[in-house]
């Protein structure tokens, strides 16, 4: 998916000759950390909350604080995740998106992102969780999707990230199959470390726990 698909064409933009008061109105009003400025439809930068507070005389003009303005932007043409890339290095909730030509085509707000990104990983859909520890070297996505496919279910999300600490390979796997006994065993079997895992085995273990505490207390 393209950053051009999640445009949300409702968010206000700033002109040069707009107040700083008008700003910080409009940020309050939208819930925003920053706002786009632009002329005659080509991109200047974004102006943030903070800079804004910064400035006392509120009726000053947004040009008169053109140093203060984020000029980076991202294309249109770019795959979304790198809009989470740009929130998470400028600290804003908004992601301004521009042609070749830096025509301003509007901005990505971080709760359309958000929104995207369950639906990217499979979030809505319904199954298990399992969580892997390993090392680097020992990764094969064929053997871990053999894995699973051997207990006929279906990954339907992974993902892997390094901790920090350690340097371990954390794989998470989403998996269309609340039902995990079979996997996790397998997992095990094949030397696996499983860190952590939730479905319909951990619910099993609940109602199970549940039913021996009920027999000691009629016992009693």
């Known amino acids: ?9 409702n968010i206000p933009r700033l002109q040069l000759l707009d107040s700083v008061i008008k700003a910080r109105q409009l940020i309050t009003d939208f819930k925003l950390t920053h706002l786009p400025v ?6 200047l930068g974004l102006i943030s909350e903070e800079d804004l507070l910064d400035i006392e005389e509120i009726k000053t003009t947004i040009e008169h604080i053109q ?18 890339n740009y929130c998470n ?3 804003s909730n908004i992601v301004p998106i521009v042609t070749k030509n830096k025509d301003f085509c509007g901005v990505i707000t971080a709760s359309c992102l ?13 199954g298990g969780l399992i969580i892997l520890e390993m090392e680097r070297i020992n990764f094969s996505i064929s053997e871990i999707s053999r894995i699973i496919e051997n207990n006929d279910s279906t990954i339907l999300h992974l993902n892997t990230i390094t901790n920090k600490e350690t340097g371990m390979l954390i ?8 039902d995990l006994a079979s996997i996790v065993s397998t997992f095990e079997r094949y030397k696996y470390n499983v ?22 207390y009629l016992d009693l």
């Not at 998916?1 to 064409?9: A, N």
């Not at 632009?38 to 991109?43: L, R």
């Not at 995207?116 to 990983?121: A, D, L, P, Q, R």
């Open 1 to 9: 998916m393209l950053t051009s698909e999640l445009i949300d064409h």
């Open 38 to 43: 632009v002329t005659e439809d080509k991109f």
């Open 67 to 84: 140093e203060c303005f984020i000029v980076d932007f991202l294309q249109d043409d770019v795959h979304f995740l790198n809009a989470i």
């Open 89 to 91: 290095q400028f600290e």
């Open 114 to 126: 958000l929104k995207t990104i369950g639906e990217f990983s499979g979030a809505n859909e319904i």
């Open 171 to 178: 794989v998470t796997l989403h998996i269309n199959n609340r």
């Open 195 to 216: 860190h952590y895992h939730f479905g319909a085995m951990e619910i099993q273990d609940t109602t199970d726990h549940n039913y021996k505490n009920l027999m000691k």
